[in-house]
């Protein structure tokens, strides 16, 4: 390819993605509004809405309210064709979500275990399986699935391997190879992130919280991470293990973590550590035993009121190390973290306060996940579409 040609690909691609991203904000709105907001000409928008009604993107509808004369034609989102299918790997399981282009739900399963014992190796088969499965599903929706992204609680490299996941005993495993070579699907992009920084990336998309700046996500379900944007965008470090928190060193001679080390705030304050102090919990399901500290935190039971303060105490310390360098605007609380929000987030929020140096927490205010079963998978199947978002749109 010529550099000219290069050149006129590359800007194609950055004006596609300046329309898609409005039609995304402010749908649905008519060219003449894409032009306006993007900056761009009306030739240039026209030639692209063309394109994206072929690939069938965006779809024409009609808006006759508040409006003199012939209804005015105007484009919205059209989710109709393409998905993409985000996977989470837990220490209470598997799940899978999927998602149309316009955003919209097309399928949510979960699935017990394997467990953490299991080993990557049955964990990454019955990955591979249950992705087949979404895959089948959404082909016979009529859409095409444009890939598949999948969320660790972990060290994740650019490549895709899990450098550590400690909650999952899992070190040096190339996931996104050995998923993809399990899937036997060279058509099907599959990436693999970290599970708090896909979380984030759904609460910076969807919901109450959708376009915070300044806006970093916790999530304690198997370990402890945190996922980050900052001014505007996801922050994702030299080789992308950033907001790994939950290996901050908060007890010298605290309990032993899955690291190697001691007093980690994961040994602390992760779910499995809490359910680890509580007595009378049914052994061998996780999310039985989360069902079983709910119902008890609810009912105010003395011995999980005192374990859980003292973990939102360290979380909240741990939190507070993130506010001090980043200067967050919102951070949530996501995940198991979200279902027990009445009973953590007062020893959060004054360990928050106390640990901070700025006035106020620098203007930081705690919040709940709206996504707390989903929001990892959520953001997954958002970084699958990342292509199309960036201009590269699928064959027609």
């Known amino acids: 390819m010529s550099t000219q040609t290069a050149d006129h690909t590359d800007i194609r691609a950055t004006n596609l993605a300046a ?17 306006a907001g993007t900056g761009l000409n009306k030739a240039t928008v026209t030639s692209i809405v063309g394109d994206l009604l072929d690939r069938r993107l965006v779809r024409e509808t009609q ?3 508040n409006h003199v004369g012939r209804p005015a034609t105007l484009l919205v989102l059209d989710g109709s064709a393409y998905a993409t299918i985000g996977l989470e790997v837990s220490g209470r399981g598997l799940t899978a979500l999927g998602c149309d282009a316009a955003g919209e739900q097309v399928l949510r399963w979960h699935r017990a275990g394997p467990g953490g014992n299991a080993g990557p190796g049955r964990t ?20 095409q699935v444009l890939g598949i992204s999948v969320g660790v609680p972990g060290l994740v490299d650019r490549d895709g391997a899990v450098v550590l996941a400690a909650g999952l005993g899992w070190r040096d495993v190339p996931l996104r ?25 759904a609460e910076h998309l969807y919901g109450p919280l959708a376009g915070t700046a300044n806006l970093i996500q916790v999530t304690g379900d198997t370990g402890v991470g945190a996922g980050i944007i900052a001014d505007g965008r996801p922050l994702s470090g030299h080789r992308g293990y ?8 908060l007890v010298a001679d605290g309990p032993a973590c899955g690291c190697g080390r001691r007093g980690c705030l994961e040994a602390l304050a992760s779910l499995p550590a809490i359910l680890s102090r509580i007595d009378g919990l049914d052994e061998g ?31 909240g310390h741990g939190i507070a190390a993130l506010v001090n360098t980043l200067n967050p605007e919102v951070v949530v609380l996501g995940g198991a973290y979200a279902l027990l929000a009445d009973q953590l987030v007062p020893a959060v929020d004054k360990a928050l306060r106390d640990a901070t140096i700025a006035p ?19 953001g997954a199947t958002a970084q699958a579409l990342s292509p199309l978002t960036q201009g590269r749109l699928p064959r027609p």
Do not use: Y
């Open 177 to 201: 190879a050995e998923l993809a070579s399990a899937l036997g699907r060279p058509d099907i992009p599959v990436t693999v992130d970290n599970d708090a920084s896909l979380a984030v990336l």
């Open 124 to 143: 990454i088969s019955a990955l591979a399986a249950l992705a087949r499965r979404a895959i089948t599903t959404v082909q016979a929706s009529g859409r």
């Open 285 to 315: 399901d996780p999310q039985l035993q989360l069902d079983q500290l709910i119902q008890r935190a609810q009912a105010a039971d003395a011995t999980v009121t005192k374990v859980l303060a003292e973990a939102g105490s360290h979380l």
């Open 360 to 378: 106020d927490a620098g203007g930081c205010r705690l919040a709940v996940s709206s996504f707390p079963q989903t929001a990892t998978p959520l």
């Open 19 to 35: 329309v898609l991203g409005h039609l995304r904000r402010a749908a649905p709105c008519s060219r003449a509004a894409i032009a």
């Open 63 to 65: 808006q006759t309210q």
């Open 242 to 249: 950033v907001g790994e928190i939950g290996h901050l060193r």
